[in-house]
């Protein structure tokens, strides 16, 4: 007997997308070039712009021991708010990045540099999902819209920073991470050290994840001249996973005890627990790194929607500690 035949990828399907993914087999044809532009057949980054969200929410309501109905607007709007806008910075990143993309072994299958969307569909595109961001937006506190409206700074400048520096990761932390900020003012009303020291906790958690996904592109970026972390640290990259590891650690457990310093000892313990079991899950990804194959870089990296459900289900329960 013959080998079963390999099912066809369906068309336009982008190379790191993957397999059966929901864009590919369920939405509708016409609309996969956009969703596909979205990353919404790629979810991990949705979750890593949402997460510091639900951090930033659970920490304050571990500030100030009070939750209502509206927190629950908070976590709906941010799971929104992140699909939408994760979807418009990449747009716009595809649309900065469409020549260097099609020189990339990976990125080349992208909407853009393949076709399938032209630069001006992009630019529609990318307006209409900024727009019902600006939707949602606008249903929260004002000094979480002015949070808002400041975030698109770094997401704007972002796409560029791999041309001018060798740590473009500190830029895509700095707007991934804001929705710490964020939801920390959403339910406070204000800013506070826990949300900041949160906040820098996820910048150093993203140079973490984003070095290893990087290093999948580093004989690309090279020879069309794209700087990375990946590329600066090479074969020390180890090393200094294992500092960034470290000091998301470290300022996640400050954000912690700053946070829950009036709570139950049982509270604070439980919520520092689940820092370190987040700690231990990025001590697992360094153990597994492989930066020669890229099926490990990917599977690494799309761990760390688990490594940052970790600490947010601690902190959950130690709100009824």
């Not at 595809?94 to 001006?120: A, C």
Request: hydrophobic share 50%; proline share 6%.
């Amino acid at each position: 007997m013959g080998a079963t035949p390999t099912k066809p990828e369906p068309s336009g399907q982008v190379s790191d997308a993957v397999s059966g993914n929901w864009v590919d087999t369920l939405a509708p044809p016409a609309t996969r070039p956009f969703l596909r532009l979205s990353r919404a057949d790629r979810p991990i980054g949705t979750w890593l712009l949402f997460l510091p969200c639900a951090m930033g929410l659970f920490l304050a309501i571990l500030f100030d021991g009070s939750l209502s109905w509206f927190d629950l607007w908070i976590l709906v709007g941010c799971g929104l708010g992140s699909f939408l806008m994760r979807g418009a910075g990449c747009t716009w990143n595809d649309i900065t990045d469409r020549d260097f993309d099609g020189q990339v072994e990976r990125t080349k299958s992208r909407p853009i540099p393949s076709g399938q969307v032209s630069v001006k569909g992009a630019v529609v595109w990318m307006g209409v999902q900024a727009l019902l961001g600006l939707v949602i937006l606008i249903t929260f506190p004002p000094v979480a819209i002015v949070l808002g409206i400041a975030a698109l700074g770094p997401v704007l400048i972002y796409p560029f920073a791999k041309r001018f520096t060798w740590w473009p990761q500190v830029f895509l932390g700095i707007a991934f991470n804001w929705g710490a900020l964020f939801a920390w003012a959403a339910h406070t009303g204000s800013l506070g050290w826990p949300a900041v020291w949160l906040y820098l906790a996820g910048i150093t958690w993203t140079l973490f994840y984003d070095t290893i996904y990087a290093h999948q592109d580093t004989e690309d970026d090279a020879l069309i001249g794209v700087k990375s972390t990946a590329r600066l640290f090479a074969e020390n990259t180890p090393k200094w996973l294992l500092v960034f590891l470290i000091a998301t650690v470290c300022l996640m457990a400050f954000a912690v005890i700053s946070a829950t310093i009036h709570r139950s000892p049982f509270s604070m313990g439980l919520a520092l627990a689940g820092v370190w079991a987040m700690g231990w899950h990025l001590h697992w990804q360094l153990q597994n790194l492989d930066t020669e194959s890229d099926e490990t870089l990917v599977r690494l990296f799309r761990s760390n929607r688990d490594a940052g459900l970790i600490p947010l289900l601690f902190f959950a329960g130690a709100m009824f500690v």
